[in-house]
């Protein structure tokens, strides 16, 4: 029954009765995680052949002896497969070491330090802010933080961040240098950009050393039959005639392993050359041998893509269990309302305003972790106190029933105790 419509008794009873339900949860002595985005043991498996890769065939199709120093820019073989992938093509895109989130803070300290190949001063030099469409990931917030770089929310639509708002902070704030985007099935909500909103992005009025961080990590991740195709958007950056205005970044963490997988970086010559150029003085070259290995195992962008079926196969079932649960157990008393992914990692589950920390907390005395409340949200305040992030690939099938049976009654019980405060 929708709560929004029970009299103050008859909420009171369904409160009590979720409170002995909650009771019984409890005493089950849980200990389950539905916290971070890491694949599961068995998706991690689709990848083993690897470990014993690249053997005695140290070469690369082109030549290189991955053994020996040197290519700052990555292997050919891995930048033309996920120049494909991620839309930038293969003279646009570099291939790194195991994290883009790396490359990310990287790019952020070189522009605090000297700029980027557009601004007329280190970023550092003055205060600055970063656009920040949420809910949002985590860990992009964590380095905006770290280096004092203020962070404004903007909503983040189905189709992607809300232009107009965009337009609004950008007009008459040159102070505003960067943006957070994850472009496809995006943290925590699964929207995946629009064309037409990129290209209003890339063409907004702002400062000419504004960038968009086109944190592409789910590119590839579809639990459909058809990925999304990337949109090309250096060229559409081209067009707009704000070449350098995007980095693109992408990995294999969700691939094959995470943490020891490849990333990559892509953007314009002048903004790559840019990027070379310091990154240089850190390393005289990525990890050529684990790149390829993984060009041995993965082969093609197709095989990519057929390694991401395998992936679908195994992950597709536990968000249909997740989203059957929030469905049968909270669909009724109109209390929460989440996101349908078509891929990407993460379920957006909003509950009523004032009730996740309450939802999390209650969660957490019943042995189920959920990731930190207002964690999606900068500074990790959540303004409505609404958003809980569910990550359902990590935990197998039946812990992840349990868990989600779990956070479904606290969502009800926290629910009740908000609308009767
Ligand atoms: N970007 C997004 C949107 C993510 O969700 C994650 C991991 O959860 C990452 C980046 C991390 O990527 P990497 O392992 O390449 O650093």
Known sequence: MNFHSMSVDELRSTRDDLRKRYETLQAAGLNLDLTRGKPGPDQLD??????????????????????????????AEMREIFGELLGTGADRTVALGNASLQAMHDVTVYALLHGTV???????????????????????????ELYGIEMVNVPMNPDGPDVDACAALLADDPSIKGMW????????????????????????????DFRIYWDNAY???????EA????????????????????????????????????????????LAWFTKYQSASTIGPDKVNQLRHLQFLKDADGVRAHMDRHRELIAPKFELVLQI??????????????????????????????????IALAKDAGIALTAAGSTYPYKKDPHDRNIRLAPTFPPIDELRTAMDGVATCALLGATEVLLD
């Open 228 to 271: 999304p195709a990337p949109l090309p958007i250096l060229d559409l950056a081209d067009e707009a005639g704000h070449p350098n205005r995007v980095y693109v970044f992408g990995s294999t963490s969700k691939i094959t392993f995470a943490g020891a997988g490849v990333a990559f970086f892509a953007s314009s010559a002048a903004n």
């Open 326 to 359: 929030l469905e049968e157990r909270l669909g009724d008393s109109k209390i929460a309302s989440w996101t349908t992914p078509e891929g990407g990692y993460f379920i957006s589950l909003d509950v009523i305003d004032g009730a996740a920390a309450r939802t």
């Open 46 to 75: 689709l990848s083993n052949p690897m470990l014993s890769l690249p053997g005695d065939d140290y070469r690369s199709p082109s030549g290189v002896d991955t053994r020996n120093y040197g290519g700052v820019s990555g292997l």
């Open 118 to 144: 557009d601004s007329d001063k280190p970023w550092s030099a003055e205060p600055i802010k970063f656009l920040c469409p949420v809910p949002g990931y985590d860990r992009h917030f964590g380095i905006t």
């Open 181 to 208: 985007l994850v472009p496809t099935y995006s943290n925590p909500t699964g929207y995946t950009v629009s064309e037409d909103v990129a290209r209003r992005l890339l063409a907004l009025p702002a400062a000419p």
């Open 219 to 225: 590119a590839v991740h579809t639990l459909v039959d």
